[in-house]
C-alpha cells in the first residue's frame, strides 16, 4: 500500500511514470481502472479545480466518489492523541479512518494549516493522522504540500518544453491582498528541484522565505541532480534568467499567526505582480499559477491572456495526472 | 455548440422537438445518451427540485453530474472584465470557465439576481460569463429566466390539454413575504406567447410590471402567432376567461433593491392569493406553480388540493424534459 | 411498498433475513440489485457514517444516491397540516415528498429532534410527514429511532456471539458535556428486546430515563421473548451481569428543551465513563457504541482500543446492513 502525501517519497522515475501514464489517460479518458472502487474525498477547506477534476475523473475510471465536509455536514474531528475530549470535536481520527477505510478503498484528504502556529500546521497532522489509522491508501488534496498539483505543473512544462532538465525555474511571491498557505510554493520547491531544474526562489524579504524543510529538500534535491538553487529579493536579476516563471503569493512565515500584520507587509510588495515588464526581461519565459488567480493583483490581464500563460493547461492536467495517481496506488 | 439559456433562441418548433424526445425519454427513462459527459453544475443559490431531476436524471442517461457551490463550497468568482480583483472573488469566470471546460462537457449554472440593481441584474451577467469564456455549452438553471420550467410547464399543459393554440393563459402575481426573483414570471411571458396562447397578466398595480424586455417579447411572439397579449390589475376580469392560470410572486420592479419597501407593498395585496373563489370565474381552468410554494400564502389548500392543480406534475416533467435538453445539445 | 422507519413493524424473522443478507452482501459487496433507482438522501443534520455508508453502498449496488440539505442548500420545509406559511418555510413536505418521490425510488431522511418540546418531538413529525405523503419507500438515517443502526449492532453481535438469545445486555448512559439525541439509546432497547436478550437499562437518575413508549416496547419485547427488562441506578450491580455493554449519552427528558440544565444534570454524572475498571465487573462483555464518541469523556482510550470493543465492526456493518435494507424494499 502506497500513500501519496508528499512527492518527496516517490523517485523521480516512479512520478515521471505517472506523468507518462496520464498523458495515456488523456488520450483515451475513459477507462474502467476504478472499476468497484470508492474514494473517500474529505474536504476541510473549500475547492473548485480539486472537487471537480477528482470527481470528474474519478468516475471516467468507473469509480465512485463521495464527497465529505467535517465540521459542515458531517462532525468536526479530533487529531491529537490521548485527549479528554470535551471540546469541540466529536469524535477521533481513529476511528474515522478506520471506519472510511472499512467502507471504501481511497481517503482523499484537503486541509490547509490553521495559520495560528507555524510550528503546529508544519506537523501535517491532519493528512499524517489519516495516514496512521487508515488501512487503505491517502492522498494529498492540498495540506501544506500540494503533490497532485506539482505533478499537473510537470506534465505541462513538459507538453512545452520536453525534457526539463537543465530548465532555469523561477519561483516568484506574488501579491495578494490575504496571507494564503505556503503548500503550492514549497511543492513548486520540492518538484521543480527533483526534476533536473536550476530553482530560484524571489521573496520580497527573508520575512517571506519558505520553511527550511523546503529549502533544504531543495537544495539537496539540486545538487544530487547537479543544478543550482538560490535565493532572490531583487525583480530584475531573479526574472533575466527565467524560463519558466511560476508565481505564488504566500503568507510570510515571520509574522504567522498575527493576520494584520501579515496584510501590512503584503501590502508593502503590491509591485511584485507578474506583469510584461517583467516577464520581458526573461528568456521567453512560459509562466503558471496553480489557480485560484486574482486578475491585476497577482498577475495582470495581458500576462494570464498571453500565449506563454500555462495556467488553464496546468488545471486541466489536473484530471490526468489524479487519475493516473489514483490508478497506480489502488 | 448550442447552449440553453432562454427559449428565445430557439424556434417553437425546435422547443417541440425538445417536449416530444422528454415524452419518449418519460416512457423509457434509461438510455445511454450521455455515457462518457459530465456536467458540472454551479449552484449559487440553492435548490430542490432543480438538483434532484438534474442529477438523477443525468444518471439515468449515464451521465455523470458534479455539484458545485461557488462562493460555498469553492471560490467566489468575478464577472467584471478588466477589474483589479482586490474584493472578495478569488477567480475570474474566464479561468473557471475554461477549467471546468476542460473537465466536463456541460456547464450548468443557477444563478439568482443579486436583487440590489436591476439595471446590472437585467444583464445577467453570471451566465452571460460562463457562455462567453465556455468552449462547451452552458444551461440555464434559473437565472432572470427558468427556460427548464417553461418547458415543464409546456409539457404538462400539452399532456392536459394537446396544442395551446388559442389557449387563454393567465399569469397571475401573487401574494409572498418576500420579494422574489421575476424569473419564473418571464419565463411565463416568454413561452406561453411562444406557444400560441393568448397571454394576459395580471399585477397588483403598474410597479409589479414585468422588465419591459419580457413585455415586449411576449407582445412580439403573440403578435407573430394572431393571438392577443394584455396586462390587467383588476382580478375578476383577469381571472373570467382563463383556461390555464399560471400564479408566481415576484418583486415589484420600481422599488428594487429596497427590500423594506417592497415588502410593505407586497403587504398591500395578500388577497391576490389564488383561491377556490377566483378559480371559479376561470373555463375550467387549469392551475399550476413553479414550487416552491407557500401554501394558504400564495395559493390555498383547496387549490394545491385540486384536481386541476398541475403544480406537482410539472415539476415531475422537470427530470424528462431537462434529459432531453441535455441530450439534444450534448 | 413497505417503508423502514421503526424496527417495530417488522418481525425478528423479517429483521434475521435483512441480517443474513447483509452477510451476503459483505462477502459479495458488488451486485446489480438497485440497478436504475435512484434514493434521495435529505439530510436535516450533520453526518459521516450514514452519508458514506448509503451513498458508497447504493453505488456497489449500481444505484443513485443524491444528496439533498433542507435549509442549507435546499428550501426550508414545513410539516404541519392546513398553515398559513408565512414563516420561513417556502414548501410543504406535501409538495416535496410528493416531488421527490417522482425522481426517485427510495426517499431516505436524517432528520434530529429540535431538541425544545419532547411531546411535539417524539411525534417524529418529519419523518412521518414524508411516509404520509411520499408514494415511494422512506428510510429512516436516525430521527427519534435509528432502526439501521440497530441492524448493525445486531450483525455486529450475532458475528461475535452466535445466537443472541439470553445474553445479558446492558444499554448504559454515559457522559457527555451536551445534551444528545435519544435515538440511539431508544433503538438499543427495542432491538436488544426483539432479538431475545435480557435487557438492562442504566441510569444515573430517574431524569434519564427513555420515554415510556420505549420502555414500555421493550417490557413487552422481553415478556414475549421470555426474557427479563430491568433498570438501574447502580453501575456495580448494572455492570456485573453483562456480556454485552452498549454504550449511549442522551439528555435528560425532564429538563428537555432546558439546555443549560441539561448540561448541569450531565456534567454531575461524569463518573459513567466506560472504563476498564467497570468493565472488569462484566462477564467478559464485549463493548460498543454508535459512534462518533469523544474519546475519554464518553469511554477511555483503553476501552476504545481494546480487543472486545466493537464500535469499527458496528459502523463497518452499517454499509452491509443498509444495502441489505433497499435490496429488500426496493
Redesign the interface.
Known sequence: MKNFITTQNWSRSELQDILDFAIKLKNK??QPLLK?K?I?ML?FN????T???F??GI??LSG?A?I???G????PI?FGE?????GE????V???A???S???DCIAIRAFPKFVDWDHDRTDSVIKGFAKYSSVPVVNMETIEHPCQELAHILTLQEHYGDLTGKDYLLTWTYH?KPLNTAVANSSLLIASKFGMNVSLLCPSEDYLLDDRYIEAARENCALGGTSFDISYDIDTAYSNAEIVYAKSWGCLSFYGNTDKQIASNNQYKHFIVDEAKMSLTKNAVFSHC???????KAT?AV?DADYCL??KE??NR?HVQKSILSKIL
Open positions: 479518458p475513459h468497484d470508492s473517500a474536504f473549500p475547492s473548485l479545480r472537487k471537480t477534476s470527481e470528474v468516475n471516467e465512485t463521495v465529505l465536509q467535517p459542515k455536514d458531517a462532525w479530533e490521548n485527549i479528554v475530549m470535551d470535536s466529536e469524535e477521533h481513529k476511528e474515522v478506520q471506519v472510511l472499512s467502507y471504501c491582498p489557480l485560484p488567480l486574482r486578475r491585476n493583483v490581464d494570464m495556467a488553464v488545471a486541466a484530471k
